[in-house]
């Protein structure tokens, strides 16, 4: 079946611009995470969702990052007046259970802020 | 908060070498450890996941362990091969929210044929 996709798969914007990252996860999966990954780092969690909920963006960096997943299937996370430290890969995830099981990964968007 | 590091940042071998790569982590309460592949300019792949409760997983020519007490999880990759060529990841799931992945900075391999 497929996997996580994600869209678009390279992003530049010029620092001020506002950005729409999409996430198409395995489709019957409850649970659906953000990550923010930094060159030469590991990823670092944004967000949760667990169907339209959600349950934990203590990992957004600012007010300016917001994530939404209306429906409990696609999720797109806005970033508002990019500045050049938000660029980065961005990961989502999606897992079958509602706890942390095995995550699936998509390919990632490479955002890169001008 | 939970901290975690992984050794050797980088590692080149020849190909069909056993190598051992380490995660450690500095809070033993956690819910489970995985070990996740990403190759350049592609997602992560997991590789293997081990609850708290286990002591190990094997899948293939990979073989994770784990000790929570000491706070340490190995990888173990047995006859190495040039398509094992990858950054290695090591994430761990705490007890208290198990929702939330924290990562090392992974170790990137590379197995010279």
């Known amino acids: 079946g497929a996997g996580v996709s994600q869209s678009p798969r390279y992003k530049v914007a010029k620092r001020g611009q506002d950005v729409a990252l999409r996430c198409d996860p395995i489709s019957g999966h409850v649970s659906l995470f953000w990550y923010q990954q930094a060159l030469g780092q590991g990823p670092e969690f944004l967000t949760y969702?667990?169907?339209?909920?959600?349950?934990?963006k203590s990992g957004l960096p600012s007010d300016r990052f917001f994530a939404e997943r209306p429906e409990g299937s696609v999720s797109t996370l806005k970033i508002q007046r990019t500045q050049q430290e938000d660029s980065a890969v961005y990961l989502c995830?999606?897992?079958?259970?509602?706890?942390?099981?095995?995550?699936?990964f998509g390919p990632g968007t490479r955002l890169t802020v001008t | 908060k939970q901290e975690v590091t992984q050794i050797p940042a980088a590692l080149s071998v020849p190909e069909g070498e056993n190598l051992v790569l380490n995660c450690s982590f500095t809070d033993s309460a956690i819910y489970n450890l995985q070990w996740f592949r990403q190759d350049p300019g592609k997602g992560l792949t997991s590789l293997l996941l081990?609850?708290?409760s286990q002591r190990e997983q094997t899948s293939g020519r990979l073989n994770a362990s784990l000790d929570k007490s000491s706070g340490r999880s190995t990888l173990y990759i047995a006859a190495s091969q040039p398509g094992d060529s990858a950054t290695y990841l090591c994430?761990?799931?705490?007890?208290?929210?198990?929702?939330?992945?924290?990562w090392g900075l992974g170790t990137s391999l590379a197995v010279n044929p």
């Open positions: 995830a999606s897992s079958l259970g509602r706890s942390i099981y095995e995550q699936y």
């Open positions: 994430a761990v799931a705490d007890a208290g929210n198990n929702r939330k992945l924290i």
């Open positions: 081990i609850q708290s």
């Open positions: 969702f667990q169907n339209e909920a959600q349950l934990d």
